[in-house]
């Protein structure tokens, strides 16, 4: 008995000794979520920690004294790829009043007087934040609402509202996309808030504005652009030497491509040794669609305008309302032509 007893111990203790079966656990990836989070000097949109992109409640420090006068708020920048590579540039040396995407007419009459909301240095109008509407977080999709307003600045410095923008921001991510990129949802309603008419005059740029990354534009790229669009050189600079290209949905660039009225157009170039850009499309219900589009022969931004196809105007309480769809994409795209 004694000696059965030694057995079931000796059994059990070598029980004990043996390795546990190994367990196997499922691997599991958390795809990060889109969030919307404002602060009091911002509104950005994450994809996980990676920021997407910014507007601009309280208005960034200007790089250096001499372009403090073109500090503003109420523009998206940065706008990052979905890595977190920045496709928008601001304070650029050559065009400090292009800030990120922002929208700002050129061109107007209003009381008989011209109001320049585009260029800050004239010190006519400027385009500032105003208030946050509303911020959403949903499973697909984040966003948020703001308003800003389009003031006269008189000869005494004061500014008085004429329009007030109601912007609406959402980002989502396609459910089929097999690159970097995701969708950014741009509507802008403008409404005349005064007791006169307000005229947008026709114009070769105005409206809405991108501003590509700082670091698509040196002297020697401005020289091999002008080269290529004035004809004294024939063949299109290569992107390493020409920093940014641009391409419309008909096989234009910004040689051949200016005013034309694209049903999309894209700007690209090279940040950080990673190839970025952003391609916006023109909705079909918009007024006037397709945009022409203002692509500049040397720099790399763009407006979209419909002021170039004439006069526009917009009567006391009179609103008009614009949309766009922009993609932020990172890498080589199918649509890419050599």
């Not at 105003?130 to 966003?143: F, I, M």
């Not at 698509?216 to 290569?238: C, M, T």
Request: with cysteine.
């Amino acid at each position: 008995m004694q000696r059965f007893l030694l057995i079931q111990m000796v059994l059990l203790l070598f029980a004990a000794m043996r390795p546990a079966p190994s367990t196997v656990i499922a691997a599991t990836t958390t795809t990060p979520k889109l969030r919307c989070v404002e602060s009091p000097e911002s509104v950005e949109i994450r994809y996980g920690d990676t920021l997407l992109l910014r507007y601009n409640i309280v208005a960034p420090p200007a790089p250096s004294e001499a372009l403090s006068h073109y500090e503003r708020n109420g523009y998206l920048h940065p706008i990052c790829s979905m890595n977190g590579v920045q496709v928008t540039g601001d304070f650029a040396s050559d065009h400090p009043h292009q800030h990120g995407l922002f929208t700002a007419w050129t061109k107007t009459k209003f009381g008989g007087r011209t109001i320049d909301f585009w260029n800050q240095h004239k010190e006519l109008g400027i385009v500032v934040h105003e208030k946050v509407l509303e911020t959403t977080n949903n499973e697909t999709d984040a966003g948020f609402q703001v308003s800003l307003l389009h003031c006269e600045v008189k000869k005494d410095g004061t500014r008085s509202p004429v329009l007030r923008d109601t912007w609406t921001v959402r980002v989502s991510i396609p459910k089929k996309a097999t690159r970097a990129v995701y969708d950014l949802s741009f509507t802008f309603e403008q409404t005349n808030i005064t007791q006169l008419p307000f005229k947008i005059q026709e114009y070769h740029y105005g409206g809405f504005g991108l501003r590509g990354s700082n670091e698509w534009h040196s002297e020697a790229s401005k020289q091999a652009l002008a080269d290529y669009v004035s004809g004294k050189q024939s063949e299109r600079p290569k992107l390493q030497h020409a920093l940014s290209r641009f391409q419309t949905s008909l096989g234009q660039d910004r040689k051949t491509g200016n005013h034309s009225r694209p049903n999309w157009v894209s700007l690209f170039g090279s940040v950080q040794g990673e190839l970025v850009g952003v391609r916006l499309f023109c909705d079909p219900t918009n007024d006037r669609h397709p945009h022409p589009v203002r692509l500049h022969p040397t720099k790399p931004y763009f407006s979209v305008s419909p002021c170039v196809l004439g006069e526009l105007i917009l009567q006391p309480g009179e609103s008009r309302k614009t949309n766009y769809r922009i993609e932020v994409f990172e890498g080589q795209q199918d649509w890419m032509t050599p």
